[in-house]
């Protein structure tokens, strides 16, 4: 790959990070960094057509199981698997069926495709993210094998200690802001080989803290509106995408006008 790569189609696999929460339009529906990354591409080649199947709150043996074949079938330039940090943050889970799953995923989709897109995810520093860390170390773990094995490109988002800072996620601390799925577009358009218009790792301006109160005001509210919820669901078997469709079911053209590019 290099700066005069040229890519015609573009697949996106997986849950609400590739569905694009939390990054709002006025219209109330999300765009997202696979949106962002589509418009760009756009731009770069008439006829660019671009599918996104991705659904919130998917697992990674539902996104196997429903997104890849057909995302296979549509044979596309680019295609990106992100997917199993759901199965990671539940209780309990079986990290060998996680393994098996994006095995099978990969396996489908590598032949298919002219560039395979792995990633390791994001996580938001705090005190949920070193709960979890050891099991989603083990996940990229297993992402990088997979990669390995079906030469796929892998976009190392955990590695970069600016997509950790607090300031880069929404008030549910699961889903990036604008900014970070804007960063999360850079680094996919580079890892493509596409020369880079920004160093998306480039640390924020240093923290103005609020005060205690405020900072208890804030678990709270976090807690009421976001975390109970979460757990809900977790204890009943429900998940946020329960028969919700893709937000892009098709492969078909894009214009880059199509994607609004932040503010």
């Not at 298919?112 to 949920?128: A, D, E, H, K, Q």
């Not at 358009?189 to 880079?196: D, I, K, R, Y």
């Not at 240093?206 to 405020?214: D, I, N, Q, T």
Request: aromatic letters at 6%; charged letters at 25%; proline letters at 7%.
């Amino acid at each position: 790959m290099g700066i005069n790569a040229s890519y015609t189609s573009f697949v996106a696999v997986g849950d609400s990070f590739t569905e694009g929460m939390s990054d709002l339009r006025p219209d109330g529906s999300y765009r997202g960094w696979a949106d962002l990354l589509a418009a760009r591409l756009a731009a770069r080649e008439p006829g660019f057509r671009y599918a996104n199947l991705a659904v919130r709150g998917k697992l990674i043996g539902q996104i196997a199981a429903e997104q890849a074949p057909a995302a296979a079938a549509m044979r596309a330039d680019v295609v990106t698997l992100v997917g199993g940090l759901n199965d990671a943050l539940r209780p309990k889970v079986d990290m060998g069926r996680v393994r098996g799953h994006l095995e099978e995923a990969a396996g489908l989709l590598a032949p298919s495709c002219r560039t395979l897109v792995l990633m390791r995810s994001p996580g938001r520093n705090g005190p949920v993210m070193e709960r979890f860390r050891p099991r989603m170390e083990q996940l990229f773990g297993i992402v990088e094998e997979i990669a390995a094995r079906h030469g796929a490109v892998v976009v190392d988002l955990y590695g970069a200690e600016v997509l950790g800072d607090p300031r880069m996620w929404d008030a549910d601390r699961l889903h990036l802001t604008s900014e970070g799925h804007r960063r999360v577009a850079e680094a996919v358009w580079q890892s493509l080989g596409l020369p880079a218009e920004e160093d998306w790792q480039a640390g924020l301006p240093p923290a103005v803290l609020p005060g205690w109160a405020a900072r208890r005001s804030q678990d709270l509210g976090f807690a009421r509106r976001h975390l109970l919820p979460w757990i809900g669901r977790r204890l009943t078997g429900r998940s946020s995408g329960d028969g919700l469709p893709a937000k892009r079911p098709e492969l078909a053209p894009y214009e880059a006008a199509a994607a609004e590019r932040p503010s």
